[in-house]
């Protein structure tokens, strides 16, 4: 039997019970500032992940249309932050 570290360990368990979905999204809300800098985090009203798809709601229109135009590179920068593919779609609202 192979030795698993701990950090292995506790990921193997969170996927198997389905809770990594629910912390990811969690994250992305606590850290979404880091992820897509200040400006966006500051006219963002609302960021939720459901089934691999981000979901972003704002008010300001100059920024919904940047982010429609941004959409790929809003999956980049969220994957390339957790490394790994988190977000597979984005839709604005």
Do not use: C, H
Not at 70 to 78: C, D, F, L, P, R
Request: aromatic share 8%; no cysteine.
């Amino acid at each position: 039997m192979a030795m698993l570290s701990i950090g292995d360990s506790l990921n193997s368990f969170l996927k198997s019970a389905k809770w990594q979905a629910k912390i990811n999204e969690i994250r992305i809300k606590a850290e979404w500032e880091k992820i897509m800098g200040a400006t966006i985090a500051r006219y963002t009203r609302e960021v939720k992940l459901k089934d691999g798809i981000l979901i972003i709601a704002t008010d300001v229109a100059p920024l919904k249309q940047e982010l429609q135009f941004g959409k790929e590179q809003v999956i980049k920068n969220v994957n390339e932050y957790f490394k790994d593919t988190v977000v597979k779609e984005v839709v604005i609202k």
